[in-house]
């Protein structure tokens, strides 16, 4: 049989996952022994951020090659179809000659649009009210749990615990892996492969396996950073929103929620092994790129906050590594390269990888190319919780319109964002640099918050939403499925916001 010449390309995608929460990282705590290897055989992009670190629209970005302005999405739009305009990155390898499937989330509408992928072996995250049952929970009913995946009774978007209640082969986790390792078996041996495995974890539900919780017990777990701007009474109205609406935890009780988190990470990492050691023993890993990446991060207590959305580290900061085949001259194995990067660049990245043109839609850049942005932008939210970031890589500078207010940290210096440099008169040139790249990226309801080139922002009220008994979205009993509801009306916390600014 005649070889395959063009390489393959493995791309392990997980939700939610912070980009300093890796061994190869610095971070003392995690256990994640195959993506620490990934990166000694690859480059690890350090300085790797979601251009909106919320779920679609980075996803968005990844499939299309493109900032959240040309893809269209910078809130959350559960019912906006892909751009028709635009080839997405499964679509553009199948179309030179790849066999391309996708296995696990992909979150896109209407669900069973494969968007240019063969196949989709779809998890949903048990979404079956917006018009269709994933595989997932067929799997479960043909044994013999119909509707039980939500029987742990806990939420997609809070941060109580718990461990898994079925057999551990029925975790999403080790579901997703069994079905990426069948699909690289299942293969057409004539044509080079795309495979995209994307892992719902660490994103809640915290439901970590048993065993991969106890690894944690006996380790100590470092407190979250809290800023010297996070706790004042001044602080900008959107984080003061953000932060009273989930239940901050005890010092004890965010330790375990931490424990379940690093747990789900060390459980995904485990897994990956298996779809590596499948790669291996079907004689295609030499002939194999892999890369790893976060849709976005998660603040996990840091400066009280939780989840993602904001412009801080933990959210915005992602994962990005590339490990290329022995013979890729162009990732050198083990770098560490601190070039500004972003989600939009992976589909011009993986196709210069393998010799394909890069279509004329992408915004993004190869990483590969020897190309270094200047500054980065990146935007969240058009209502009161809207935020508005650049960097340069050293200096970070945050707008929130509501209110109009500012924030600026020194990366380098202060890495976790304690020290709030915007009010600092040592940095005022600083400031004013990023503002006025700032005001460049700046596009539709952005304008009504300037006044020339102001920042004028808008006023905002004093509102806090109340106790949340619709626990964020808490899904139940899935068996009769639940009933329909309208695609385009976001579930969850975002619900609870005010909609627009006044």
Request: glycine content about 6%; charged content about 25%.
């Amino acid at each position: 049989m005649k070889k395959v010449k063009n390489p393959n390309i493995l791309f392990l995608c997980v939700d939610q996952w912070p980009g300093k929460l890796l061994g190869c990282a610095g971070h003392s705590e995690i256990e994640t022994p195959t993506i620490d290897r990934l990166a000694a055989s690859g480059v690890q992009f350090t300085r790797a951020y979601a251009e909106t670190p919320i779920c679609i629209p980075a996803r968005r970005s990844i499939m299309t090659g493109t900032s959240p302005r040309a893809h269209g999405d910078r809130v959350f739009q559960p019912a906006l179809p892909m751009p028709a305009s635009m080839p997405t990155l499964p679509q553009i390898f199948r179309n030179n000659g790849y066999q391309a499937n996708a296995i696990g989330k992909i979150h896109v509408f209407p669900q069973r649009n494969r968007i240019g992928f063969d196949d989709v072996v779809l998890y949903e995250e048990g979404r079956s009210n917006l018009g269709s049952i994933d595989d997932y929970e067929i799997h479960l009913a043909e044994n013999g749990f119909a509707g039980k995946q939500n029987m742990h009774g806990m939420s997609q978007n809070e941060f109580s615990w718990t461990t898994w209640h079925l057999e551990d082969r029925y975790h999403p986790t080790n579901w997703i892996t069994l079905e990426a390792c069948r699909s690289i078996k299942r293969r057409d041996p004539t044509r080079p492969g795309f495979w995209f495995v994307s892992y719902n974890h660490p994103h809640p539900p915290l439901v970590p396996l048993k065993q991969y919780f106890d690894r944690y017990k006996g380790i100590q777990i470092t407190a979250p950073n809290i800023g010297s701007w996070a706790q004042k009474k001044d602080r900008p109205y959107p984080i003061k929103l953000i932060q009273k609406t989930w239940d901050q935890l005890s010092d004890k009780k965010l330790e375990d929620t931490r424990r379940a988190f690093y747990a789900l990470c060390t459980h995904i990492d485990h897994q990956i092994r298996t779809i590596i050691g499948t790669l291996r023993e079907e004689k295609i890993l030499d002939n194999t790129i892999i890369m790893f990446c976060s849709d976005h991060g998660e603040m996990l207590g840091e400066h009280g906050l939780y989840a993602k959305r904001v412009m801080y580290e933990n959210s915005s900061n992602i994962p990005m590594i590339i490990s290329g085949t022995p013979n890729e001259k162009r990732l050198k194995k083990g770098n560490k390269d601190n070039r500004l990067v972003g989600l939009q660049d992976i589909m011009p990245t993986l196709l210069d990888l393998v010799n394909i043109k890069i279509p004329e839609t992408c915004t993004g850049i190869s990483m590969i190319k020897d190309l270094k942005r200047k500054t980065l932008y990146c935007e969240s939210q058009e209502g009161v919780t809207a935020t508005r970031m650049i960097t340069d890589s050293q200096y970070k500078l945050i707008w929130y319109p509501g209110g109009n207010r500012w924030q600026m940290f020194d990366l380098n210096n202060d890495p976790y964002e304690k020290n709030d440099l915007s009010n600092n008169q040592s940095y005022k040139k600083q400031m004013k640099n990023l503002q006025d790249e700032l005001i460049k990226e700046l596009y539709g309801c952005d304008k009504r918050w300037l006044k020339g080139k102001k920042f004028i922002g808008f006023k905002t009220s004093n509102f806090i939403p109340a106790p949340d008994r619709n626990l964020s979205g808490q899904r139940g009993l899935h068996y009769p499925p639940p009933k329909s509801i309208e695609p385009g009306i976001a579930q969850g916390v975002t619900n609870r916001w005010e909609a627009k600014d006044t």
